[in-house]
């Protein structure tokens, strides 16, 4: 696994690197060669936010977590990746079997920010790759970069369609009418 280390605001001594390559050293039997982690500690006041992000094979595995020393959130987030990779590793395993994620990067989608009433600023604006997913693939890829929502191409009928994740935790399904 290829990890890439960010430090925004803050310097980052060399044993904290390689504490990052250990704990995410031990993914490195689920993930391949191919694998892709950045890791972006960013100091705000005196709390520290450690955030990884893991590309391998077409999905993504974010989770990120904040706390006064880095270390202790870099353990933290740790955990979490486990706890996702564990909770969809059947699932994980049947789409990568079959191939229907290959290829496919899933890039993160930020909301537009309300300025003023009646007045909307656009911040930033993504191009993302759009493939063939099953409706069950789509929620699998949104509940991987923890998103609330996320756009894809239904399988079955090749329109955009968009899933999000209810507040009764459950999820729904945007068609384009």
Not at 19 to 33: A, C, H, P, S, T
Not at 147 to 175: P, Q, W
Request: hydrophobic residues 35%.
């Amino acid at each position: 696994m290829k990890i890439t280390i960010t430090g925004r605001k803050v310097n980052l001594r060399d044993n904290f690197k390689e504490r990052v390559e250990k704990k995410l050293g031990k993914f490195n039997r689920i993930f391949g060669d191919d694998a892709q982690a950045n890791v972006t500690v960013t100091m705000e006041k005196n709390r520290q936010t450690v955030e990884v992000t893991i590309k391998s094979n077409g999905i993504v595995y974010r989770a990120e977590n904040t706390a006064l020393e880095m270390n202790d959130a870099l353990d933290a987030v740790v955990n979490i990746l486990g706890r996702q990779i564990r909770k969809n590793k059947t699932r994980l395993a049947k789409k990568l079997r079959e191939g229907s994620l290959d290829d496919y990067l899933a890039k993160e989608e930020d909301a537009s920010e309300q300025v003023e009433e009646d007045t909307y600023e656009l911040v930033k604006t993504k191009n993302i790759p759009v493939k063939p997913l099953a409706v069950e693939e789509a929620i699998l890829q949104m509940n991987m970069v923890g998103h609330k929502f996320f756009m894809f191409r239904n399988a079955e009928t090749s329109e955009i369609n968009v899933v999000y994740c209810r507040d009764d935790g459950k999820y729904g399904l945007l068609i384009p009418d």
